[in-house]
């Protein structure tokens, strides 16, 4: 049982450049997040899924898109980064509407150049 | 929606000394709220968390109170020690739409000084 696996955890972007982050789930969790962590800042949330085929924004949805085509993977696509998405990325998942704390995946480090 | 304050943003304390770190939420319909502990280059994890149909749970060395009609909780270490040297989260969970949605604080430094 590996919980929640990011991939990647590091990665060197140029401005312009697109990438997707992977996250997968071993829990059959049905919700899943994603959020970046700026310095002061706490945890914002990006995108998230209530299941399969679903996806909503959150809070800071500008310059992301997300799919979820399984369940278990939860996909964030940057198409065109930029310096101000320099930030780590933490996906996390959970067992939907009841009142259950998110497990957290190890986090991506993302720097935009 | 949701807007929850966390204060204070570092906190220093000798070791053995207790620790406590406060946040405020806005909507009254928030009804979970989980604490996480951040050590440095690692994923948050969840230390303790509280039901809104409850005042006070503890867990050996940490605790949270809720105090509902102020819309406050806290977190209380007793006994610190240097590994709980980390940042601290509160969280608060409202139910938005057909999601329930945690919105985080901005977190807490703690340092426990040998």
Known sequence: NAGVTQTPKFRV?????SMTLLCAQDMNHEYMYWYRQDPGMGLRLIHYSVGEGTT???????GYNVSRLKKQNFLLGLESAAPSQTSVYFCASSYGRATYGYT??????LTVV | GENVEQHPSTLSVQEGDSAVIKCTYSDSASNYFPWYKQELGKRPQLII????????????????????????????ITETQPEDSAVYFCAASVLSGSARQLTFGSGTQLTVLP
């Open chain 1, 13 to 17: 972007l140029k401005t312009g450049q």
């Open chain 1, 56 to 62: 909503a924004k959150g809070e800071v949805p500008d």
């Open chain 1, 104 to 109: 957290f995946g190890s986090g991506t480090r």
């Open chain 2, 49 to 76: 968390d509280i039901r809104s149909n409850v005042g006070e749970k503890k867990d050996q060395r940490i605790a949270v109170t809720l105090n509902k009609t102020a819309k406050h909780f806290s977190l209380h």
